[in-house]
């Protein structure tokens, strides 16, 4: 069988992602495109070969690859997708899709004209503990799942030198003005995946940062910890989920509620399951309250337990590729419809947040009536890559910056 023929775009994160495809027998690695051209010998160092390397996003294109790994900048993915459904070339996109409302019209109607099949590369879904409460939900021993919630906390240390040079290395950089509900697909997808519920309103409360006197070196422009967000779905459920929050203790967290009993991870520890009944609705057999280890049974365990984030890149890239060669799109919530429609959760959210709460209405993007109302909707809490600015405040405090004594320091980094 004629081998897939894999690009990445951004050389950061993507190319950790290159690592995982490059498990599967099916594809190959074949090209790099980054605009920061040093970091392909890094790239081609760390996956072991040599590749052809572009600085040019159409040349790119056009040197004969099948599909693009789009793992440039967070919130600047819609351009480049489009570039490639109109060239028929196969996307997996890493988070979320589209970083303004009219981008996410923009790529529905590009990608109904195309061939392409799009990938919605969310990884979390794919770790063990959320395999696992699938099989569980989906076995019906919980009843109807009425109530779900999930966190995505990641505080992590990002004053160091290093941190600042890998990830977050110029002052306009997305990073220091992400929204904490943007990042959103962590803990919305394992949602979405597992119940099967899509978001149609959505309310959203930031928590603020504690006042400090001590200086760090920071250019974030972020006064938030985290966003709560809130959403009705399309079959009566809800859900309550984090978007990106810092508060003490990295870890994440999901708990699926039904009619009959319900089932949660447990922090701490990725693989555990915690699993309740009533007593009067606990199946035959069944203990009322029982914990266990998850185990992985699937027969690539042994290249799952060496990818990152619990397995999920690997599961991920596997799945995608099986897309390809059935030539098929993904289940939602990886599709291209799921991909917008978690997106605008994050976008819209974050308008309720500094609106107080106002409930917004998730638009049904499959619509073409829906997708008029927003097809000139391009506010943005980001500076853009042509160097424009924010066109909306990205924290609840509006007037919150960093001090010069945090930037004199982050330049110093």
């Not at 997708?81 to 981008?103: D, L, P, Q, R, W």
């Not at 693989?271 to 009944?277: A, D, F, Q, T």
Request: hydrophobic residues 35%.
């Amino acid at each position: 069988m004629k081998k897939i023929k894999i690009g990445v775009f951004g050389l950061g994160r993507g190319m950790d992602i290159a690592k995982n495809f490059l498990y599967q027998n099916s594809c190959d690695v074949v090209a790099f495109c980054d605009n920061r051209s040093e970091r392909a010998e890094l790239g081609m160092e760390k996956l072991g070969k040599k590749v052809d390397v572009y600085t040019d996003f159409d040349e790119f294109l056009d040197s004969g690859i099948d599909a693009v790994i789009v793992a440039n900048f967070f919130h600047e993915h819609a351009p480049y997708i489009i570039k490639c459904f109109k060239k028929n070339i196969h996307v997996y996109c890493e988070c979320i899709s589209n970083g303004t409302m009219a981008e996410g019209v923009e790529l529905l109607r590009a990608f109904e004209k195309s061939k392409s099949i799009f990938f919605l590369a969310e990884n979390y879904p794919q770790m063990l503990h959320n395999i696992e409460m699938k099989k569980i939900i989906d076995s019906g021993v919980l009843g109807k799942i009425v109530y779900a919630e999930a966190e995505y906390n990641h505080s992590g240390n990002g004053l160091t030198k290093e941190s600042k040079a890998g990830l977050n290395y110029f002052e306009e950089h997305w990073r220091n003005y992400l929204p904490r509900s943007y990042y959103v697909t962590h803990a919305l997808g394992p949602l979405m995946r597992n119940t099967g519920a899509t978001p149609k309103r959505v309310c959203c409360f930031a928590s603020k940062k504690p006042q400090t006197d001590k200086v760090v070196a920071t250019a974030s422009h972020v006064g938030d910890i985290a966003c709560i967000m809130i959403t009705s779905n399309d079959d009566g459920s809800v859900f309550r989920f984090c978007g990106h929050s810092s508060f003490g203790g990295a870890e994440n967290f999901s708990r699926f509620c039904g009619t009959k009993g319900q089932v949660e991870s447990v922090k701490g520890w990725a693989e555990k399951i915690n699993v309740l009944y009533d007593t009067w609705s606990t199946p035959e057999g069944q203990k009322t309250h029982y914990q266990y280890v998850a185990e992985w049974k699937d027969p690539q365990k042994e290249l799952i337990e060496k990818s990152g984030h619990g397995g999920g890149d690997f599961v991920t890239t596997r799945m995608f590729l099986e897309c390809i060669q059935q030539n098929r799109q993904p289940e939602h919530p990886f599709d291209i419809y799921g991909a917008v429609n978690m997106s605008s959760v994050a976008i819209l959210a974050h308008r309720s947040m500094l609106e107080g709460g106002t409930s917004y209405e998730i638009p049904d993007f499959t619509k073409e009536e829906e997708r008029i109302k927003y097809e000139n909707d391009r506010l943005t809490p980001f500076y853009g890559s042509d160097g424009s600015e924010p066109t909306l405040p990205c924290s609840s405090d509006v007037n919150y910056k960093p001090s010069e004594e945090s930037l004199k320091k982050y330049r110093e980094l």
